[in-house]
Structure formats: structure tokens, C-alpha cells
């Protein structure tokens, strides 16, 4: 009777074992798999995103107003947050950083030049430069000078940047796009000046550059020795950096345009490889590609970016000189030919400067 007893009572515990270990497993498969999906999807939603943008020096005020507008949408139309961390620099320095491990998922650099030396390091898949509008350049710019408040040297155009006893301030090309963009400006206008004849133009460059006080790496580097450190009597520089100088010291400084520029496009790009890697591909596209939208094109425009979309850009007539004559970098045969012509080392800019 006893041992029937145990029988019973060892029954009774084993099938309630059963039955505890089934409910467990079925809590289980439930919380695996229609739960699942819910936990997956409420982290998804609720995780943050982390984008890195390496961008060249003077857009830091850009990319920290953009970055807000971003998030705000990415917010509203995925429920994701994302944080985006900036990263600022010389666009050659910024490129080469990319290059040597620098987990950008994206670049907005200075010139399309510093992209393709990512995408040849196979960071950057080939065809970069069709994936967004316009050159995947959403705004561009030009090249001004910023003198101080009553131009006392009577600074007009190129041609005064030669006088004896006027001193420059601009970057150094070899770490600096904008600088890039500096030197093909003045040497495009020498072109016209001497009707192409090489040797006078390598003169007129040169004393251009003989006037050179101090050559920084990067052009907001360049504005802080002019603004800043009162070195220089002009400074070459991005158009939207000189106006925001102009905005922030408006009894200091004032604009000049040369009667010929350039037309500046700073680039944008996925790095394919970090952002496959990161998992941002999808992220990352849409960061770049919300840069055309109409919204966004306003906020480019009000920091001082010509909009790529004209009809907005029309609505800035009282910002920008729109009718300034501009060369563009089709002119100098694309960027390669342009690096390889007057940046790489021993071409024209290290022939001058030398000098």
C-alpha cells in the first residue's frame, strides 16, 4: 500500500514536472515568436542609430543645423532615432583620414577629388558621382575675398593680390579643397588676362602667392588667421565663409567679388564599405539625399550655400551675386586632369610656390 502510494505520488510529481517544463517551453516559443516580432520591433524603432559625416572645415554650422532637421524626419517617418556625429577638417586631410580607417558612413567634402581618392582605396563604390543630382554636389558655392571694413588697399580684383605690400591669407592646396578651389579661380582668370600664354600666367601666380602671409591646412583655419588673429590684408576664401563673417562682424569686414570666380562644388558620397559594414546603407542615403529637399535647400541658402535647386536659389538674389562670371572645373578637364596638372606633387602649384 505503501509503495502504490509512492507510486502514485512520484506519477503525480512527474506529470506536473511536464506540465511546468511545457508551459515554460511555450512561454518560451511565444515570447521567440509572435512576441518576437513585437520586441524586435519595438527595439528597432526605439534604438539610435549612430551616422558618422567626415565634412571639410567650413560646414560645421551647416551639418549641426542640418543634423536636426535630419533627425527630426528620420524620426517622424521611421520612429528611428539618429544621432549623427560630424567630423571636420581640410578636405584633403578629412579624405585621407577616411582612407587610413576613419569609419565614415558618409563624406561631404570639398571637391569631388577628395572622394575619388576614397573610392580608389575601395571604400567608395565606382559611379559615386551620378547617385545623387548635380554631380552629387546638393549646394555649391564660389571663391570671394573678405577684406576689413573700408578695403584701405582698394582690393577689386585678382589683380591687386600682386601689388607689392598687399598680404594673403589662403590655405594650403595640398590639405585644403577650398584652397584648390582658390588657386584654379586665380588661374583662370590669369588664362583670360594673358590669352593663355603659360609663362605669364606662372608669373602672375606666382606673385600672387609671393604675397601669401600665412597658409593655413584648411579654410576655416585660414579665416581665423584673418578674423581672428588680425593677420593679412585679404583673405581668399569660400563665399559662404566670408559672408558669415561678414554676418558676425558686420563693422569689420566686408565682400568683394572678382569679376571672375569659379563655380565650387563640395561633394557628397555613402562610404559604401563602412556603411554596409554598420549597417547605415539605408540611413546614410537618406541623409544625403534629404540635402535636395526643399526644406533643406532653404537651410543651405540661409547658411550661406547657393542652393542647387535654382528656383530656390532665386529667392537668396539678395545674398549671392548671381551674376558673377564664373569658370567651372569642366574647364581645367574634370578633377582628375585638374589634380594631376597643378596639385600632385612637382605639378604647377609646387613649380610657383617653389619659386
Known sequence: MERKHLLLKKGISLVLAFVLLGSVLTGCGGESGSGSGSASGSASESETITLTNVSYDPTRELYEQYNKLFTEYYKKKTGKTVEVTQSHGGSGSQARSVIEGNEADVVTLALAHDITLIEEAGLVKEGWISEFEGNSAPYTSTIVFL????????????????????????????????ACWNFLAAWYYADK?????????????????????????????????????????????????????????????????????????????????????????????????????DEAQKLEGENFYRPSNQEILKT???????????CTIDDFGGWDQAYADFFTDDAIFDEIYSQ
Do not use: C, H
Not at 578695403?151 to 598680404?167: A, P, Y
Not at 603659360?198 to 602672375?204: A, I, N, R, V
Open 316 to 326: 537668396f538674389s539678395d545674398t549671392f551675386d548671381l551674376n558673377v562670371e564664373m
Open 147 to 178: 577684406v576689413r571694413k573700408g578695403n584701405e588697399k582698394g582690393i577689386k580684383d585678382w589683380d591687386d593680390l600682386t601689388r607689392d605690400g598687399v598680404s594673403v591669407i589662403t590655405p594650403d592646396p595640398k590639405s585644403s579643397g577650398g
Open 193 to 293: 588676362k594673358f590669352n593663355g600664354d603659360e609663362t605669364q600666367m606662372k608669373d602672375f601666380v606666382s606673385k600672387l602667392y609671393k604675397n601669401v602671409l600665412v597658409m593655413d591646412s584648411g579654410a576655416r583655419g585660414a579665416t581665423t588667421t584673418f578674423v581672428e588673429n588680425g593677420q593679412g590684408d585679404v583673405l581668399i576664401a569660400w563665399e559662404n565663409e566670408a559672408l558669415l563673417s561678414v554676418k558676425e562682424y558686420p563693422d569689420k569686414y566686408e565682400l568683394v567679388t572678382p569679376s571672375i570666380s569659379i563655380k565650387a562644388e563640395p561633394s557628397v558620397a555613402i562610404v559604401d564599405e563602412n556603411a554596409d559594414k554598420n549597417g547605415t546603407q539605408e540611413v546614410a542615403r537618406e541623409y544625403l539625399q534629404y540635402l535636395y529637399t
